[in-house]
């Protein structure tokens, strides 16, 4: 893997970086150490730096030569609130809360390439570095730093994201273009019906024989009134009634998930839903009520933009490390409220097994994403914070 050698000799700081955020992870809007940190390392760098973007978030501006154009390059930085089982020195140090994600390195990565440019400063235009709280739990950080002004202050030609992929060969990335994650969104159905006496179901409208017929209901939203083209999925996840062995109760819950790829079929299926669960009721004599909140929306990578940063990976470091039509799947990102805004494209980095194949998972392949015993792979770290300084010195080419 040809990465530059003076970020390869920053490898052990980065290394010490990545780990220090992994010992000290923070939820999200509560970056706060992990913040500060990045600021002053910009800083140091001679980055004009901005803060309070979504609360914790961080931009760093660094400008070279008198290009016009702008690149927006993205690292989220919030931790998840979860145990970690890792016995390793850099172990999280604050118990239920975990880097599971790799958020950590993400970090680590882009303040490599943010140092090295700050250097060199061999490129014509601004790049704009984006330190986003509060990716995950549908906290929506991203959306949050736009709300704040990000692109208004910091207008970008383009935005350009990195996950890292467990599963994937260390080292090789990975690009789709067009719909690449799914929408997240969450629901609840309250049916109310008329509680009475068990022993009395004539003098009772009961709910829970409406949530039984809804279940399987709602599932005709996806294999009936969908499009089969359109990728979706809808999960029930909780039903809730009653509490009496002879008490017919007067209303159930239920809730869950739907993803889609796209967001035509994603109004489809909440009108469905919606017909569903106010008419359905009505057919036994009670009545019923959907609400629907959509957390992220489907993220959609750009064609021009992804060609573009998968041909820069190629150049950088061949085509046999490069994966132009990654699998979509079916996980959600809130990159896509940028992508919403700003053309760019979202792209995957290999993390291999990282010596973390685990017996207990009994062949189930390599540690996944939000597993205790994950770690992000410290041999991402040039890989990364190389494949970003090619990004921006190819996007901002000098004339
Ligand atoms: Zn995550
Ligand atoms: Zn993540």
Same mark, same amino acid.
């Given at each position: &893997?040809?990465?530059?050698?003076?970020?390869? !000799?920053?490898?052990? %700081?980065?290394?010490?970086?990545?780990?220090?955020?992994?010992?000290?992870?923070e939820l999200a809007f509560q970056e706060t150490r992990t913040s500060t940190l990045v600021a002053e390392r910009l800083r140091g760098w001679g980055l004009e730096v901005h803060t309070g973007l979504g609360k914790t978030g961080v931009v760093g501006i660094l400008r070279a030569g008198s290009g016009k154009k702008t690149i927006g390059l993205r690292a989220d930085m919030d931790a998840l609130p979860m145990p970690e089982h890792n016995r390793f020195a850099h172990k999280s140090t604050i118990s239920g809360r975990m880097h599971g994600c790799g958020h950590d390195g993400h970090t680590a990565m882009l303040l490599g390439a943010a140092q090295y440019l700050s250097t060199h400063r061999?490129?014509?235009?601004?790049?704009?570095?984006i330190f986003q709280p509060a990716e995950e739990g549908g906290n929506?950080?991203?959306?949050? &730093?736009?709300?704040?002004?990000?692109?208004? !202050?910091?207008?970008? %030609?383009?935005?350009?994201?990195?996950?890292?992929?467990?599963?994937?060969?260390?080292?090789?990335?990975g690009f789709r273009a067009g719909p690449t994650m799914a929408s997240s969104n969450r629901w609840d159905i309250v049916i109310k019906g008329v509680g009475g006496h068990a022993a009395q179901p004539h003098a009772s409208v009961d709910p829970i024989i409406v949530?039984?017929?809804m279940v399987h209901a709602?599932?005709?939203?996806i294999s009936r009134s969908k499009n089969p083209l359109d990728q979706a999925v809808l999960s029930i996840t909780q039903i809730h009634a009653g509490d009496a062995y002879n008490v017919i109760p007067g209303e159930a819950v239920l809730r869950g998930t739907v993803?889609?790829?796209?967001?035509?079929?994603?109004?489809?299926?909440?009108?469905?839903?919606?017909?569903?669960?106010?008419?359905?009721?009505?057919?036994y004599g009670g009545t019923g009520e959907l609400d629907f909140v959509r957390a992220y929306p489907p993220l959609v990578n750009w064609e021009q933009e992804t060609?573009?940063?998968?041909?820069?990976?190629?150049?950088?470091?061949?085509?046999?490390?490069?994966?132009?039509?990654?699998?979509?799947?079916?996980?959600a990102e809130d990159f896509s409220f940028f992508l919403e805004a700003v053309p760019g494209s979202y792209l995957f980095l290999g993390n291999g097994d990282g010596g973390h194949r685990l017996e207990s998972y009994h062949g189930m392949g390599p540690c996944q994403l939000h597993n205790p015993n994950y770690d992000f792979n410290d041999e991402l770290l040039p890989v990364g914070a190389t494949y970003w300084v090619k990004l921006a010195q190819a996007f901002l080419a000098k004339p």
């Amino acid at each position: &893997m040809k990465t530059i050698d003076e970020i390869e !000799r920053a490898h052990p %700081d980065l290394t010490a970086l990545r780990r220090d955020i992994h010992a000290h992870p923070e939820l999200a809007f509560q970056e706060t150490r992990t913040s500060t940190l990045v600021a002053e390392r910009l800083r140091g760098w001679g980055l004009e730096v901005h803060t309070g973007l979504g609360k914790t978030g961080v931009v760093g501006i660094l400008r070279a030569g008198s290009g016009k154009k702008t690149i927006g390059l993205r690292a989220d930085m919030d931790a998840l609130p979860m145990p970690e089982h890792n016995r390793f020195a850099h172990k999280s140090t604050i118990s239920g809360r975990m880097h599971g994600c790799g958020h950590d390195g993400h970090t680590a990565m882009l303040l490599g390439a943010a140092q090295y440019l700050s250097t060199h400063r061999d490129f014509d235009g601004t790049v704009v570095f984006i330190f986003q709280p509060a990716e995950e739990g549908g906290n929506a950080g991203a959306r949050a &730093m736009m709300q704040d002004g990000l692109f208004d !202050r910091f207008p970008c %030609d383009a935005v350009f994201g990195i996950h890292n992929m467990p599963g994937m060969p260390v080292n090789q990335f990975g690009f789709r273009a067009g719909p690449t994650m799914a929408s997240s969104n969450r629901w609840d159905i309250v049916i109310k019906g008329v509680g009475g006496h068990a022993a009395q179901p004539h003098a009772s409208v009961d709910p829970i024989i409406v949530a039984a017929d809804m279940v399987h209901a709602l599932q005709t939203v996806i294999s009936r009134s969908k499009n089969p083209l359109d990728q979706a999925v809808l999960s029930i996840t909780q039903i809730h009634a009653g509490d009496a062995y002879n008490v017919i109760p007067g209303e159930a819950v239920l809730r869950g998930t739907v993803r889609t790829y796209s967001v035509e079929a994603l109004d489809k299926i909440e009108a469905d839903m919606r017909r569903i669960a106010t008419t359905l009721p009505q057919v036994y004599g009670g009545t019923g009520e959907l609400d629907f909140v959509r957390a992220y929306p489907p993220l959609v990578n750009w064609e021009q933009e992804t060609a573009f940063a998968a041909q820069v990976a190629e150049d950088a470091f061949g085509a046999e490390h490069v994966l132009r039509d990654m699998p979509p799947f079916m996980g959600a990102e809130d990159f896509s409220f940028f992508l919403e805004a700003v053309p760019g494209s979202y792209l995957f980095l290999g993390n291999g097994d990282g010596g973390h194949r685990l017996e207990s998972y009994h062949g189930m392949g390599p540690c996944q994403l939000h597993n205790p015993n994950y770690d992000f792979n410290d041999e991402l770290l040039p890989v990364g914070a190389t494949y970003w300084v090619k990004l921006a010195q190819a996007f901002l080419a000098k004339p």
